[in-house]
């Protein structure tokens, strides 16, 4: 092709990419600049690949600490792009972020500040086009422009710190500003549940819908033109059609101020739809017009090795009635990693010690087996660890949260960290085993705990969501059909039952007994399924362990809260048709509570299904009706209007990665069929123990109406650790999210 053909550019950027990562600096500068030559004179000084060339050479130069060469190229591409694209194009963030970048390194804080913030406006502004999706899908493939560049705001948060501290400038001002920003970091699917779930009532409106479907239809055009803007530049200069790129660029901007008018009419004409709709964060004033006196919101953001060579950091917010509060731990994202993964080694036998590779031997010094577990060897729960991270998360804002409820919208490894395990005094050296954990400083003792999937979602749950409507007190399912092993045993082959299991499987088919059930102690968990054409295997869903236990545990809660038998669904009844026919009757919604004691299965436990679900009675054979797998996108397709859901499977509050969303697929699409609080579990659940739970918890709403979920939880909670078993293991695997107050 000759030396100066635009591939050989090509394939010089990507040497040189490779010199700069193996640290030959110099090789990679003299192959980038040679790549610059190419494109200059094939596409001219002014094309986008010559500033995309710059901005690669700009960070050889950086990595070389060559700041003054560095800041020189990245100011180049800036302008190159600024004109090609436009000031509000991504590219163009990006180009700002390097510069940010390069002035934090350079611990100019000051000029990384204002780069930041000037990349992650445009990112915010291009996510904001997306907002008012009215009926968008509970799984959205495609990630908005701030979710997938949260590092531009990771590094301006961090900017924002230590400028604030090293300038002792005004820092809570900055502490509202990066709330704000911390949130673009954060936003979630289970935050667009709980608004979509919020917003349902506003969509039989003809007048809003068709506002809605004009702006959609803009913003379908806008994304089409806006990448024929970036294809028209990239042509060499002799292709170009300047007057159709401006004529292009003349529509864009017409349509993004028809869009600002659209907006402004909804925020006048709906400001509940148009409240829940939209990405914006929720400021410190906004939160605060929610909470209550006696509440306190933590939310915390996690950075890591990413943003090297700046040290990693985990910023935390804390919003009362009447104060806020910025702190920073040394704690980052690495180190968060391994702190939860190694409490969750004293917490989650299946999800930790059985894994392939499992880290628990190497992170505790301890050797577990599933001989220890089947022989009732507690887990190795380490309350001095669970104090150290207490003490680095909470040591900066205890005096801020003291004597209150809490409402945590975490990050990171901290979604897979139920809070109430944290200790917050030193333990006693002399205590050993279940003295310790009895005599243990466990935070759940002084605060009630609520997990929020967002910021925003306080707004969503507390002055926009509707009350329910609903008249029944509960609704429950559970105790399917399986023909699997004898769950008293961990480890057994299929076909194992023994006669007792299947006594009790008989006399607990189909309605609650007159007497309980003689409870087994299984733990909810399964290995992986299969599913064949998106259907799951009937025959692998009814080889699972049976868990007639669970007609216990929804008969005691319906007993307690005086529901008739016939609203509790065991056995042959507890079937997805079932749950569907009662959705499409109308009948589900009637109902405040509803509760699933089943095994819950993540996403990926099915191959071939990467839809989380919940396991029911299998039919026969498997058909598009029923396959025995309730899974996400059926509960997202279910009418509720539940107060909330209680979720007693295994893991169903989030998704087993350290970074995983605060609530799984599962939880989610609750939400958005119309619950307002969830209660679901953090590892594989021990039956007895939860029936103690839930019948704890329930009793207590039932004798108190002002007590909350969240305070209800807590003091059952207390019940087991008191007088029936203190590890947490036992008696913590459940978490509210959601509304943890008392339903209005």
């Known amino acids: 092709m000759g030396p100066d053909h635009s591939q050989v550019a090509t394939t010089l950027n990507n040497l040189a990419n490779v010199h700069d990562n193996q640290g030959k600096y110099s090789e990679a500068v003299t192959a980038y600049n040679r790549a610059l030559a190419i494109r200059e004179k094939v596409l001219g000084p002014n094309h986008p690949d010559v500033a995309s060339t710059l901005n690669n050479l700009g960070v050889a130069y950086r990595d070389q600490g060559k700041y003054a060469e560095a800041i020189q190229v990245y100011s180049r591409a800036l302008a190159i792009l600024e004109k090609a694209l436009g000031r509000g194009h991504p590219n163009v963030a990006t180009a700002l972020n390097n510069i940010a970048m390069l002035y934090a390194v350079q611990r100019d804080w000051a000029k990384a500040v204002d780069y930041g913030q000037r990349a992650t406006a445009i990112l915010e502004h291009r996510t904001s086009l997306g907002a008012h999706a009215l009926g968008q899908p509970l799984v959205w493939q495609g990630k908005s422009e701030a979710t997938r560049n949260s590092d531009y705001f990771q590094w301006l948060i961090k900017a924002a710190w230590h400028n604030a501290v090293d300038r002792h400038a005004a820092h809570a001002e900055t502490a509202l500003a990066m709330f704000l920003k911390a949130q673009w970091v954060l936003s979630s699917e289970a935050a667009a549940a709980v608004s979509q779930m919020s917003a349902r009532g506003v969509k039989g409106n003809s007048k809003l819908a068709a506002r809605v479907r004009e702006r959609q239809d803009l913003i379908e055009e806008w994304q089409q033109r806006d990448q024929a803007r970036t294809a028209a530049v990239s042509q060499p200069a002799g292709r170009r059609n300047h007057d159709a790129e401006a004529a292009n660029v003349d529509r864009l901007n017409a349509i993004e101020a028809r869009i600002g008018e659209i907006d402004k009419q909804l925020t006048v004409e709906f400001p509940d739809y148009s409240a829940l709709a ?26 890591g090795a990413g943003l090297k060579p700046l040290p990693e950091e985990t910023f935390i917010w804390v919003v009362t009635k009447t104060q806020v509060r910025w702190a920073k731990s040394e704690f980052g994202t690495d180190a968060l990693r391994r702190e939860v993964a190694a409490l969750r080694c004293g917490l989650d036998f299946i999800g930790s010690w059985l894994i392939e590779d499992s880290p628990c031997p190497a992170l505790t010094n301890i050797t577990y087996t599933s ?23 909470f040591s900066q804002v205890a005096d801020l949260v003291r004597d209150k409820s809490l409402l945590v919208v975490p990050s990171g490894a901290l979604t897979q960290l139920p809070f109430e395990v944290l200790v917050t005094k030193a333990p006693d050296p002399s205590l050993l085993g279940a003295a310790a954990m009895r005599q243990a400083k466990w935070l759940i003792r002084d ?19 509707k009350p329910s409507q609903a008249t029944r007190p509960m609704i429950g399912f559970g105790n399917p059909l399986l023909d699997g092993c004898d769950p008293e045993r961990f480890v057994c082959s299929p076909g194992a039952q023994s006669d007792k299991l299947r006594a009790e499987r008989a006399r607990l088919n189909t309605t609650c007994p007159v007497e309980g059930a003689s409870l087994s102690l299984g733990a909810r968990g399964l290995a992986p399924l299969s599913t064949r054409g998106g259907q799951a295997d009937v025959a692998e869903i ?16 319906a007993n307690k809260l005086h529901v008739n038998a016939s609203d509790i669904y065991l056995g042959s009844r507890a079937t997805v048709a079932e749950v569907e026919k009662l959705s499409e009757a109308g009948t589900l919604a009637t ?3 509803l509760h699933f004691a089943t095994h819950g299965l993540l996403s990926g436990q099915i191959s071939g299904n990467s839809e989380p679900g919940l396991i029911l009675t299998p039919p026969v054979a498997a058909s598009a009706a029923d396959d025995g797998y309730l899974s996400a996108s059926r509960i997202a397709g279910l009418k509720l209007d539940a107060d909330w859901v209680v979720l007693s499977a295994c893991n169903t509050a989030a998704g087993g990665a350290s970074d995983a ?4 697929g599962l939880a989610r699409a609750f939400f958005y069929a119309g619950a307002r609080a969830l ?13 103690k739970l839930i019948t704890g918890a329930a009793d207590l709403m039932a004798a108190d109406k002002t007590i909350g979920r969240a305070e209800a939880l807590r003091q059952s909670e207390l019940s087991l650790i008191e007088k029936y078993d203190p590890n947490p293991a036992t008696w913590a695997p459940f978490v509210v999210v959601g509304e943890g107050a008392a339903a209005k």
């Open 661 to 664: 969303d605060a609530l799984s």
């Open 278 to 303: 939209s990405p914006t964060p929720a400021s410190v004033e906004d939160v605060q017009k929610d909470l209550a006196p006696d509440e306190a919101l933590i939310l915390t953001l996690d950075t």
């Open 542 to 557: 009814r080889a699972a362990s049976p868990l007639p236990e669970t007609a216990d545990e929804l008969c005691a809660v």
């Open 447 to 465: 605060h009630a705990i609520t997990v929020l999937p967002s910021v925003t979602s306080l707004k969503a749950l507390r002055e926009l969501a």
């Open 679 to 691: 209660l679901v579990s953090h590892w594989s659940v021990n039956s007895l123990a939860t029936v």
């Open 371 to 393: 001989d220890d577990y089947n022989v009732g060897k507690p887990l190795p729960f380490d309350l001095a660890r669970a104090h150290t991270l207490y003490q680095g998360l």
């Open 591 to 593: 109902y405040r509570l």
